[in-house]
């Protein structure tokens, strides 16, 4: 376990090292379409990589963030918008999106209107997902884009953050396992919570 979390970091560091911005603006992307690539596992780490090599600034790691998060939700927005609701219900699953997750979203969107878009961009699980009911119900794009990219620059200077805090353990950056699973412990649990109050109880199907 301790050379895979730490080939996967060093494979990270070196992807940066060439790739900088443009890799960051391509994980975020997909982290907000269909894949559910956790933007915990992005942004941290290059702030990190950051101020060890000093080719990227804090501003720019999360300027990247926040239009990788815009394009990924503009390609969702469209998409759905263009399939419609029955469509995007029928082979969502086929894209890792399936009908409840949709109808998750939905109800996220119908409780919480434009603001939901911006507060999205905070949270697991609605965070790759809402573009698809803004997009079904043709929400003004460019509202949507302004909230979307408000809510991520956010969202980005959270992880950055907590990537600087994670860079000052100087056990977790020597790749030490016990200290790498305490942050990952404590990374799921605070994911936990955040979901259960602030997403679960406002998008589970309500009582009949």
Same mark, same amino acid.
């Given at each position: 376990?301790?050379?895979?979390?730490?080939?996967?970091?060093?494979?990270?560091?070196?992807?940066?090292?060439?790739?900088?911005?443009?890799?960051?603006?391509?994980?975020?992307?997909?982290?907000?379409?269909?894949?559910?690539? %956790?933007?915990?596992?992005?942004?941290? %780490?290059?702030?990190?990589?950051?101020?060890?090599?000093?080719?990227?600034?804090?501003?720019?790691?999360?300027?990247?963030?926040?239009?990788?998060?815009?394009?990924?939700?503009?390609?969702?927005?469209?998409?759905?918008?263009?399939?419609?609701?029955?469509?995007?219900?029928?082979?969502?699953?086929?894209?890792?999106?399936?009908?409840?997750?949709?109808?998750?979203?939905?109800?996220?969107?119908?409780? +919480?209107?434009? +603001?939901?878009?911006?507060?999205?961009?905070?949270? %697991?699980?609605?965070?790759?997902?809402?573009?698809? %009911?803004?997009?079904?119900?043709?929400?003004?794009?460019?509202?949507?884009?302004?909230?979307?990219?408000?809510?991520?620059?956010?969202?980005?200077?959270?992880?950055?953050?907590?990537?600087?805090?994670?860079?000052?353990?100087?056990?977790?950056?020597?790749?030490?396992?016990?200290?790498?699973?305490?942050?990952?412990?404590?990374?799921?649990?605070?994911?936990?919570?955040?979901?259960? +109050?602030?997403?679960?109880?406002?998008?589970?199907?309500?009582?009949?």
């Amino acid at each position: 376990m301790h050379d895979l979390f730490k080939g996967l970091f060093d494979w990270y560091n070196q992807s940066l090292a060439t790739g900088g911005y443009p890799l960051i603006v391509l994980l975020m992307a997909i982290e907000s379409s269909i894949i559910p690539l %956790p933007s915990e596992l992005i942004i941290p %780490p290059a702030i990190i990589a950051a101020q060890k090599s000093g080719n990227m600034t804090f501003l720019g790691i999360v300027i990247a963030g926040a239009l990788g998060s815009w394009i990924g939700a503009t390609v969702m927005y469209w998409l759905s918008r263009w399939a419609g609701r029955p469509l995007v219900l029928r082979y969502g699953k086929f894209f890792f999106v399936p009908a409840a997750k949709v109808e998750q979203a939905e109800r996220w969107a119908a409780r +919480f209107g434009s +603001f939901g878009i911006f507060a999205s961009r905070l949270l %697991p699980v609605v965070r790759h997902l809402i573009g698809i %009911p803004a997009g079904i119900v043709r929400m003004n794009y460019f509202k949507f884009s302004v909230f979307t990219i408000l809510g991520s620059a956010v969202w980005c200077t959270v992880l950055c953050w907590v990537g600087i805090q994670a860079g000052k353990d100087a056990a977790l950056m020597n790749g030490e396992l016990h200290r790498i699973t305490i942050w990952a412990v404590g990374a799921l649990a605070v994911l936990g919570v955040i979901y259960y +109050f602030f997403v679960h109880r406002f998008t589970r199907e309500p009582a009949e």
